[in-house]
DNA sequence: TTACAAACTAACTAGATGGTTAGTTATATC
DNA sequence: GATATAACTAACCATCTAGTTAGTTTGTAA
């Protein structure tokens, strides 16, 4: 990072509550109130107070560590996509047939939609407000989109997927992805007895995705 | 609608410009015009004096017809679903077999968000901001959800369709048909060269999104 | 232990925002 | 064509919000 610290902490900067002065600490708190208010509100109809509110400390400091709103919304916009790719890449797809490789990029995209909700309900609100600008400037979807892109172009040069659109097929499994969690709290009241995030539901989201995706592409 | 009016008023509601006072086309256009709002910033966002402005009637205009702006927007939320299912009945789905069905079906659900392109964003919002409380007041997604779960329950049962849990399924065809538009700002950027909202790429979308639902449910 | 810079707070300001009100104009009906 | 009333406007108010500022506390290192 640049800067060196004699003495690191390593108070976990999430969960644990703030007890002294702390900057990198304090950074990182703010930024995760941020992405959940931003998730909530968008750019424009999130208040600042309320993420200080959340954060256990003053409005100021807000702009004290980031500049301004926007500026924050940017820093909490970096992470997504940059975390999704790095999720992949652990994953070893290049040394797997494309159906295997499809399937666990499909389960990695969802585990990693249970481990941050947020962020994709960030990433709407950034598309619907903003016409993905801010987003655009970090990075976007490109590199996930080329990502799952080349994985189904590859499936089908070996014969294994069906001749495919890879851009619209691409999108379409985002969507299956993502839809359960960003338009969970409408979906719940037409399961009520479900717990939509408990493990055995995820589960079934995740077998029910390969299953329709992979039975979707396949050359029969 | 229990009023009986004389003369009645052809103007088109939402599209020509207002010259004189007509109630029911000025509560048309401040509902479209607040639908659009409400898509870009949910309820707690959208500002009244933006939805007037779209309108070409004061602020005021909005108190007067609707009260305040949480029952503007609770008559917004009461046009989607009742849509769709008019929508969906006037296919005539009964009549054909499972896999047409459901082709058919997905059609009219894309052709749908074509033609009232805010209406899932403003769902998502309510889910997000509200946890669909209002939307739930409203009748929420239960009929559609309802209405594609019996489809696909039908499909299995007659063996057309492999065994598959017709609630997740159904949520992953929402999430196929719908990611494309709600998400459309964020892809954009993914292919420039392409504009995702015309007639050959939404046809290829449906054409798409077509293939890989039926490929993925059926009994091969 | 003292001195200093970084981290922090409380109180504030200017401008926006939901909602109101008092008054104005169009329109249907007699 | 007079008139009652529904449709409408302009100006207003109380409250809220992004961002600022002046001053206080804390860790650190000489």
């Known amino acids: 990072m640049g800067k060196v610290t004699s003495k690191k902490k390593e ?22 109130a941020a992405e959940e208010e931003f998730a ?5 109809g999130t208040r600042t107070e309320a993420i200080a509110a959340k954060t256990g400390v003053t409005k100021a400091m ?19 996509c940059s975390d999704v790719i790095q999720a992949f ?13 499809l399937s666990r990029l499909i389960r990695a995209a969802i585990e990693y939609c249970v481990a941050y ?5 960030v990433l709407f ?7 993905g600008r801010y987003f ?4 976007g979807w490109q590199p996930a989109i080329d990502y799952i892109s080349n994985l189904l172009e590859r499936g089908v040069a070996e014969g294994s997927f069906r001749p495919l659109d890879p851009f619209i097929t691409t999108a379409h499994i985002m969507g299956i992805c993502s839809f359960y969690f960003d338009a969970r709290e409408n979906l719940k009241y037409a399961a009520p ?15 029910g995705a390969i299953a329709l995706v992979i039975a979707g592409v396949k050359n029969h």
Do not use: C, W
Not at 40 to 44: D, E, T, V
Not at 62 to 80: C, D, M, S, T, W
Not at 199 to 207: E, G, K
């Open 40 to 44: 909530r509100h968008g750019l424009s």
């Open 125 to 131: 609100h950034e598309a619907n407000q903003n016409q």
């Open 193 to 207: 007895e479900k717990d939509l995030l408990s493990p055995d539901m995820v589960q079934a989201h995740i077998d």
């Open 136 to 139: 655009q400037k970090e990075g």
């Open 62 to 80: 807000i702009f004290y560590h980031f500049g301004n709103k926007e500026k924050l919304y940017r820093a909490v916009l970096k992470r997504p």
């Open 117 to 121: 909700p947020h962020r994709g309900k």
């Open 11 to 32: 108070r976990a900067a999430s969960t644990s509550p703030r007890r002294t002065r702390d900057t990198e600490a304090t950074k990182a708190q703010i930024l995760n």
């Open 89 to 101: 890449e652990t994953l070893d797809l290049e040394q797997q047939t494309a159906e295997v490789a």
